[in-house]
């Protein structure tokens, strides 16, 4: 049984699907990519599984269980969690409140005090290597330890579904090398399930086992990340019709 | 209340209130008691406010509440004056729940509109419906069986245990899950479901929370003044005031809205004992002083190392 | 065919009800009108506003009582005195703090109304003043219905207003600036428009109406210094029904609320008016958040 599963599903704003039905699973354990041209409904495709739209059409399910129609914080607390393509931190706070928010209000949440929360905060905060700006107030620190950070919160969610939301955007080489060597970690160490979105091919093809292609909120390509690069549809979405039939042509 | 000084300094100038109406006379008694029930009312709002960021403008709703409930059972089932409060704070914790889930679904202005629109409706329900409310003459409560000057103390150390009451809640709602809840959906909503927090339960227990306290206050005003009247206990200005006080001292802190409300209502009694003629204009200018300069409070100024050209220059950053 | 005597007077009594209803509704759509153009541009609850129209009012009875200025001729007047007031409070109050939070503007403005209560308040003190010129009270029959000559000059010059304002922010380059600073106020910024400068005249403009809302009124009720939050209150009303920031939905919201009130009050009696009109906003700000008319302005 796949550890999430969405059957037939369709996102229509008004007249436009986002999302055209698509189907989709991932196993328990692996790192699938999502990538696509912008618009393609990347993001909006995390935002029907966290349960932040209504699905227009179809099913979703999560460790077997119905979980389209529940509410965002309801699915939160089943053990999935998501960083945001555009970080959004809570301002008014340092970043350990920040993260605490997370040990506080997701999966393992309800037994916590705040104490024991904050001790959970710590150490989320430690494996991203944010320990020195425990303290300091998000508006403070830049774009990667922003990232890290609420990369830190959603762990302390204690997932098992992870989905990061272009995590790599902004940030420069080295940078990107850190963070693929932190969900690199996320997924052996702490066998945690992830839905990578990605525009950075590097990150794609170097973390993924499997990756979907999603184009005009279609699925049109769902394999290994050798024969994506290959994929006919694929190159023609990213790259256009013309340089996809001129390399038919040249092939 | 970062560390052992502070709070020594904080016990004894709450021991300096307990010995005060000893060494005052009645006039000054009536003046503090009214800066503590102006406390409690911004500490009440603080919650909904400050807290969970949602402008809660016709706030005085409940106290109005608070108030007539009192009155009411006071007079015609002959209950005793606390248990009017109480009963009053329980229906005006109800009235905010049965109000809030659908009104805090909206955002922003449209919630502080609500609010007031909420606030108008029950204050016109009690000038109309004057066969149950006694209309716009108003409500006389049976007047207190003791000696005045004891009577006012009383009400002075009601009053002021309310208030600790009040700093004790926010204190407790401000290191606690609700605080943080409350922080993350004011600071973002969204992202705050995300994290796995129910925001419309939240929001509506800090707005019960913040409604039975200001109904508390409101029954305490209907016995202390022994006549009430929709108008005044509607009063609009009594919200605004409220929220310019929070603003004064610091939205979202557990010291600053008491702080502001001490400052302001210790200048609004004085304006309106000396300048009676011009305490509106003495008040507004205060009002658009505190928003331009000091707009998130003088603890947040306290805390930074302040001076004047940082603040012009902050000013003209923010500018247009 | 003879129509039943009996019939005739029924139905005159709709039509007036219905025309009293559209002569009350034309002012509260003006008030709405200029009310929503603040927010609807800048995001700014002028909670003075009432008080603007009040001032308006004074101004009228200012020219009318000691000039002798027919009230309506004293309406340019009215209108330039508030704009000036308007355009100078949002320059050098408002302005500083538009970009910070959405309540500093509005607990701002709660500052200024204060202020001019007061202002007026020492000037005129706080009597009940009206302006009854010699033609008040004078009206002309149609059919068996009313129409006093002043509620029609108003609801004329209503028209004329909100035409005029069209006409303003479509067909003049302050205008057009001013609809394009609310639509995106950076993208504005870029091309060159002084938002400072835009700002205080919509808050200007907002004013001017107010103030000839205020001249108008003046001869149809009396007023004092604190009349302001009566019109607020409608005015917030006719800005959730008809969306915010919409011209056209002020105006139609105003007239609906004005029929709305005029037909209330002739069947239930004045009653329990105020608590309805409240209880109609709040229910259409949970049920239909974008108003009854349509979408926000821009």
């Known amino acids: 049984m796949a550890l999430l599963e969405g059957k037939d599903l369709s996102k229509l704003f008004g007249a436009l699907a986002a999302v055209d039905q698509v189907d989709f699973q991932i196993e328990a354990g692996e790192v699938l990519g999502l990538i696509g041209p912008n618009g393609a409904g990347k993001t909006t495709l995390v935002n029907l599984v966290t349960g932040v739209y209504p699905l227009t059409r179809g099913e979703l399910y999560f460790e077997g269980r119905r979980i389209d129609g529940l509410k965002p914080a309801v699915i939160a607390r089943m053990g999935i969690a998501r960083t945001f393509q555009i970080v959004k931190p809570f301002p008014g706070m340092t970043v350990r409140e920040n993260v605490v928010v997370g040990a506080l209000f997701g999966k393992g949440g309800a037994q916590r005090n705040i104490k024991t929360a904050f001790e959970e905060a710590d150490r989320w905060i430690e494996f991203v290597h944010l320990q020195d700006y425990r303290n300091a107030s998000v508006d403070r620190i830049n774009i990667s330890f922003r990232k890290r950070m609420d990369l830190a919160k959603a762990l302390a969610m204690g997932p098992t579904l992870l989905m990061l939301d272009e995590v790599m955007a902004g940030l420069n080489t080295k940078d990107i090398e850190e963070m693929m060597a932190l969900v690199r970690r996320i997924n052996r160490e702490l066998k945690i399930t992830l839905l990578v979105i990605e525009h950075v091919m590097k990150a794609v093809m170097g973390l993924c086992q499997r990756i979907i292609v999603l184009h005009h909120g279609r699925k049109i390509a769902d394999a290994t990340p050798q024969e994506i690069v290959q994929d006919e549809r694929v190159i023609e979405a990213y790259l256009g019709e013309r340089y996809a039939k001129a390399r038919q042509r040249s092939a | ?320 | 065919m003879q129509t039943n005597p009996i019939r005739r007077s029924e139905k005159a009594l709709v039509l007036q009800v219905l025309l009293n209803g559209i002569f009350l509704g034309a002012i509260y759509a003006n008030i709405a009108v200029g009310f929503s153009l603040a927010w609807g541009v800048m995001d700014v609850i002028n909670v003075a506003h009432g008080t603007m129209i009040v001032m308006g009012s004074f101004v009228t009875f200012f020219l009318f009582k000691y000039i002798g200025i027919d009230p309506f001729l004293s309406i340019p007047f009215s209108m330039a005195v508030l704009f000036l007031i308007g355009y100078f409070a949002q320059r050098y109050l408002l302005n500083l703090v538009v970009k910070v939070g959405i309540f500093l503007s509005l607990i701002l403005t709660f500052g200024l109304d204060l202020v001019f209560i007061n202002a007026v308040l020492l000037i005129f003190t706080g009597d009940y003043r009206s302006v009854t010129p010699s033609y008040s009270g004078s009206n002309f029959q149609v059919g068996g219905i009313n129409v006093p000559y002043i509620r029609l000059a108003t609801l004329g010059i209503c028209i004329l207003l909100t035409g005029l304002l069209q006409l303003f922010l479509t067909r003049t380059r302050t205008g057009n600036a001013i609809r394009a600073t609310a639509q995106n106020r950076q993208a504005a910024e870029i091309v060159g428009v002084n938002v400072a400068r835009i700002y205080s005249v919509t808050l200007g403009v907002s004013a001017a109406l107010a103030g000839a809302c205020g001249s108008l009124i003046s001869m149809v009720q009396s007023f004092t210094p604190f009349e302001g939050g009566f019109f607020i209150m409608k005015a917030f009303i006719i800005c959730v029904l008809g969306g915010l920031g919409n011209v056209y939905g002020a105006m139609i919201g105003g007239v609906l609320l004005g029929l709305v009130e005029t037909t209330g009050a002739r069947i239930l009696g004045t009653g329990f008016q105020e608590a309805i009109s409240a209880i109609i906003m709040i229910l259409v700000l949970i049920f239909m958040p974008k108003g009854i008319v349509g979408s926000k302005y821009k």
């Open chain 2, 1 to 320: 209340m970062k560390n052992k000084k502070q709070l020594l300094i904080a016990v004894l100038i709450g021991l300096g209130f307990v010995i005060l109406p000893l060494l005052i006379e009645g006039y000054w008694i009536r003046v503090i008691s009214s800066i503590f029930m102006y406390g409690v009312v911004t500490g009440a709002l603080n919650i909904i406010a400050g807290f969970a960021g949602y402008a809660a403008f016709g706030n005085v709703v409940f106290f109005g509440i608070g108030a007539y409930s009192t009155a009411m059972l006071m007079l015609r089932v002959g209950f005793p004056w606390w248990g009017g409060c109480v009963i009053g704070a329980i229906l005006a914790a109800f009235f905010a729940v049965v109000v809030g889930f659908p009104v805090l679904r909206l955002r922003g202005h449209y919630f502080a509109i609500a609010t007031l629109g909420i606030n108008r409706a029950v204050e016109q329900i009690a000038l109309d419906w004057g066969s149950f409310t006694g209309g716009g003459k108003g409500i006389t409560l049976p007047l207190p069986q003791m000696e005045i000057q004891s009577f006012y103390a009383m009400i002075y150390f009601i009053l002021f245990g309310l208030l600790l009451v009040t700093l004790l809640t926010n204190f407790a709602i401000a290191r606690g899950r609700l605080g943080y809840a409350l922080r993350a959906i004011r600071d973002d909503e969204d992202a705050a479901e995300a994290s796995g927090i129910f925001a419309p339960s939240c929001k509506v227990i800090a707005w019960a929370i913040s409604a039975f306290i200001t109904g508390l206050t409101g029954g305490v005003f209907a016995y202390w003044f022994s006549f009430i009247e929709p108008a005044t206990v509607f009063d609009i200005m009594i919200a605004v005031k409220a929220f310019v006080m929070m603003m004064l001292g610091g939205a979202g802190t557990v010291m600053g809205p008491v702080l502001g409300a001490f400052l302001l209502e210790l200048i609004s009694e004085t304006v309106w004992g000396q300048f009676l003629t011009i305490h509106m204009l003495i008040l507004g200018t205060i009002v658009i002083g505190v928003v331009i300069f000091i707009p998130r409070g003088m603890l947040h100024l306290f805390r930074q190392r302040f001076s004047l050209s940082a603040l012009i220059r902050n000013i003209k950053n923010q500018s247009i």
